[in-house]
């Protein structure tokens, strides 16, 4: 079954690819090595879930937004690569805004990893680091990068 198609049986959407908010790009490519910025969790409407895991969001609440940004990331891996089908998740880096006492990153970050898998099948198996930080911009729940890799 196609990416795609496992997306559609999920009743999962992409998202548009949000608009950077500083001097970057959505992705870049060298060679056949694809590299996603960071994204936080969107709503539908575009604006962000914000809030200090721990405090304002649970694990829980978190998990789904680390999903929402692993569909993002998707997105702006279909426009690069074209196909969804054709790309192989190599690295991820999650960052889970959270208080100093919170110690549950990898549960937040598996909403993105699990995503990935069930949607790449084992193209979507990746090495990944799961970090706590003091802040994140805008104050945004949690922030995904990841390194891909184009197949022809």
């Given at each position: 079954m196609s990416a795609d198609a496992k997306l559609a049986s999920m009743n999962l959407v992409l998202p548009d690819i949000p608009k950077p908010l500083a001097n970057y790009v959505p992705f870049k490519i060298s060679g056949?090595?694809?590299?996603?910025?960071?994204?936080?969790?969107?709503?539908?409407?575009?604006?962000l879930f914000t809030g200090k895991v721990g405090k304002d969001v649970t694990a829980e609440q978190a998990y789904e937004h680390a999903k929402l940004v692993g569909l993002g990331l998707l997105a702006a891996a279909r426009a690069a690569a074209g196909n969804l089908d054709k790309i192989?998740?190599?690295?991820?880096?999650?960052?889970?805004n959270a208080v100093p006492e919170f110690t549950d990153h990898p549960k937040v970050i598996n909403g993105c990893s699990?995503?990935?898998?069930?949607?790449?099948?084992d193209r979507g198996r990746h090495a990944r680091s799961a970090v706590g930080m003091g802040?994140?911009?805008g104050n945004i729940s949690v922030e995904v990068e990841a390194v891909l890799r184009i197949h022809d």
């Open positions: 056949n090595t694809l590299y996603l910025s960071g994204q936080g969790p969107r709503r539908n409407d575009g604006t192989e998740v190599l690295k991820v880096l999650g960052m889970v699990d995503l990935f898998v069930a949607v790449l099948g802040s994140l911009p």
